[in-house]
C-alpha cells in the first residue's frame, strides 16, 4: 500500500451524502482531488456493513471503513500487510470488533421497553417497508439498513422519556447514541475508538499522518475530537450541530456534500 501523509475520515448521511438526494456528486471534485493524491477516504457512519459496501462500490473506494457508529472497523485483506492480527477475518476483511452483538442489544430494547412502558420499536420491529418510508429509502436499501450486526435504531422515546431509556440502557451496560433520523441503542466502541485504532494502524510504519475528519451530528464528536482537523459540515437548515471546546474546528461554508467539498478542497489548498 502507497503511504501517505494524509487521510479522510467522513460521516456519510448529511456530510458526504446529501440528507434529502442521498448523492454524493457535488463533492465529486474533492473526491477526485484527494484520489489523485492518494488520500485514504475512510467512510465512518452508522449505516451497516451492507450499506456502507454499497456506497463504497459507488464511490469505487477501496480503503477501510467504520460502520454502525463504531462497533466494528473492516479492514480489506492485506490492506496494512500480512502480519495483522484481527478479532476475526472473513474472505474480504479482517474485522476489529467493539459493539456487542445484535442479539443482544435486541434482548436489551425489549427490556428497557418493558422497563420504562415506552413504545420503543427499533428496526428489528419494523418491515422493511416501514424502515423505507421513515428513512426515504428504496425498498432494496432499506434491507441493507435492516441488516444490522450491533447497534439498533429505534424511535418511541420523547425529550420528556429519553433520560429513562439512557439510565436503563446504561444499566444493561450500553448507551444512547442520537444520529440524524434515530437514537440507536449500542454498546462497546464509538466513532471516536474506531478513527483512534485506526490512526494507529495508518502509522504503523512510522509515519505520522494527519487526519481531517468530517460529520454533521452529534454522533460524530468522538471522531471529530480524534483527528488534527475537525470539520462541521452545516445542516439544510444553515446550522451546525453545537461541540463545545473542540481545538481547530472548521465549519463547512455549505451543507452536505456542497460543504464537504469546500472544506477539502480548501484544505488540501492549505496543507503544510
Known sequence: MKRTPLVVFTDL????????????????????????????????????????????????????????????????????????????????????????????????????????????????????????????????????????????????????????????AAALGLRIVAGGRFLHLAGGGDKGLAVKTLRRLFDRDGTKVRAIGLGDGPNDEPMLRQVDVPVLVLRRDGRHAEIPDLPGLVIAPYAGPDGWREAVLELLRSAP
Not at 448523492?23 to 475512510?42: K, N
Not at 473492516?74 to 474472505?91: E, I, K, N, T, W
Not at 417497508?129 to 439498533?152: H, K, N, P, V
Request: proline share 7%; hydrophobic share 40%; glycine share 8%.
Open 13 to 168: 448521511d448529511g456530510t458526504l451524502l446529501d440528507e434529502a438526494a442521498y448523492s454524493f456528486e457535488p463533492a465529486r471534485p474533492a473526491l477526485d482531488a484527494l484520489a489523485a493524491s492518494g488520500v485514504p477516504v475512510v467512510l465512518c457512519t452508522s449505516k451497516t456493513r451492507a450499506e456502507t459496501e454499497r456506497w463504497r462500490r459507488a464511490l469505487d473506494n477501496t480503503h477501510p471503513f467504520v460502520v454502525e457508529n463504531g462497533a466494528a472497523v473492516l479492514v480489506p485483506c492485506g490492506y496494512f500487510g500480512p502480519d495483522m492480527s484481527y478479532d476475526r477475518q472473513d474472505a474480504a476483511y479482517g474485522l476489529l470488533e467493539f459493539g456487542r452483538p445484535y442479539r443482544e442489544v435486541r434482548l436489551a430494547l425489549q427490556a428497557i421497553r418493558a422497563a420504562t412502558g415506552l413504545p420503543l420499536r427499533g428496526f428489528g420491529d419494523m418491515p422493511v417497508e416501514e424502515i423505507a418510508a421513515r428513512c426515504g429509502f428504496s425498498l432494496e436499501d432499506a434491507a441493507l439498513a435492516a441488516r444490522r450486526e450491533y447497534d439498533e435504531p429505534f424511535v418511541g422515546a420523547d425529550p420528556a422519556s429519553l433520560g429513562a431509556v439512557v439510565r436503563e
